[in-house]
């Protein structure tokens, strides 16, 4: 395996992989904690660090079909959520690429 690339956030609240603690956000990033995941409770952030991204795929959501991409920890391989890629629906459509990361 090869050497792994991590990101080292600095900041007073950082938001950090449950298992392994890896950096993940910081709460500035923060968009929302009102968010319900397939798992339960989710937050909303604007960007990650420190994630693999998983398959696109077609994933019907409530607020209609998005192209999403499952998201894991780049140091323990935990899923951590998803992103959004792209909105197929144009009045869905975000500039900002969002992370949803479970709580
Ligand atoms: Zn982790």
Redesign the pocket.
Known sequence: MGKLFMYYLSGTNIFS?G??K?HLALFDQLISTDFQGRYGPAYLFGECVNVIVGESEDRNLTTGMHVVADIY?V??D?HLGWKYEFAKDESQKNSNIVVFVYI
């Open positions: 992989c298992t392994c890896v920890c140091r323990c935990e």
